[in-house]
Each structure stands twice: as structure tokens, then as C-alpha cells.
């Protein structure tokens, strides 16, 4: 191995550190508790070191949005694809909102980071980053099935998943009783996923 190679190794080992810690922090106490001071305390190297990876605490949270995208993703299509077969089309649907639901309350900072927080991330448009685009597209694979006649499947599962979103979001801001959480997701499905 090259100097060259190991020195690569190394920066791309001190990034997920910072990534890594941000992510632990921030679920700890919260993103305002993360600071580059802090986190060069945790991590142990200097603040310039932190920068020398990102510009700031803007670019740290788009970097634990966009590991979040790949988690969130592969969330939903291991629920969607062990949905039992006789549940059709609305089995897998009921699926990918449980998953969705359980992803933000499991990871509450990530799930901020991806669609609460300034994380200096293009959404819905060219540029978008790819985790992004998959993340929406684990969405889409599933929400297509039930779109149905005449439907946008995309314009669809934006409405689905802005559906998804409100309750994520309502739910833990205590806005929604927790005793009809599964009574929603069966609603959103029923009315929403046409099968």
C-alpha cells in the first residue's frame, strides 16, 4: 500500500468518526448540542482537522442526512420484501409506512438531518445527491403497485409520503394520541394505496 493509499484510508476513517460522532451526539442531547468544539473534544483531534473535512456543522448534518438516505432505504426495502406474498400489494404499502414510522423514531436526529434541518442538500431536483434519490425510490418501487389509474406513481408517493412525514413529525411532538398510531397507518393505507 502507498503512502498515498493510507493517507486516503486514514481521512476517509477520521470522516466517518466525524460523521459517526455527530450522529451519536445529536441523538444524545439533541443538534444543538453539536458543535465542532465538541465534537473535536469526542473525537479527540482538532477543530481544524474537523474542517479540514467539512466547512461546518452545515456539511456534518448533510453527511449524517445522506447515510441516513441509505439506512432509511434499505428500512423500507427489507420490510417491503418480507411482507408475507398473500398480503399483496397492500401488505408491502403497510409495510414501507411501518418502517418509515419506526426508521424516524428509532433515529429522531437523523431523521431531522434529512427533512427538518439545513443540511446543504438539493432535494427533487437534478443535482440531488444519489442516497437521496434511492431513499425516494424505495418509496416509489413499492408505492407504484397502488398508485393507481391515471396516477403520477411519483407525484403519488410524494403525497404518501408527505402523509407519512405529518405523522412522523406529529406523533413525536405528542400532537397525536400514541394509542391510534396503528389505526392511522391503516387508514393512510386503506384510503391512500387503491388495490
Known sequence: ??????KERERAARERLIVATARE????QGWDAVTTRRLAERIEYSQPVLYSHFRGKREIIGAVALEGAAELAAAVRAAT??????DGPRGRVAALAHAYLDFAA???????ALFQLDGGLAYAREDT??????AFASLLETLAEVAGDGVDPGAFTETF?????????LTRAGRLPPE?????VELLVDRLARV
Open 25 to 28: 451526539l445529536a441523538e444524545e
Open 106 to 112: 428509532r433515529h429522531p436526529a437523523v431523521y431531522d
Open 129 to 134: 445527491p444519489a442516497p437521496l434519490k434511492d
Open 180 to 184: 391510534y398510531a396503528a389505526s392511522r
Open 1 to 6: 500500500m502507498s503512502v498515498q493509499e493510507r
Open 81 to 86: 420484501s418480507a411482507a408475507p406474498s398473500a
Open 161 to 169: 409520503w408527505a402523509a407519512l412525514h405529518g405523522l412522523a413529525t
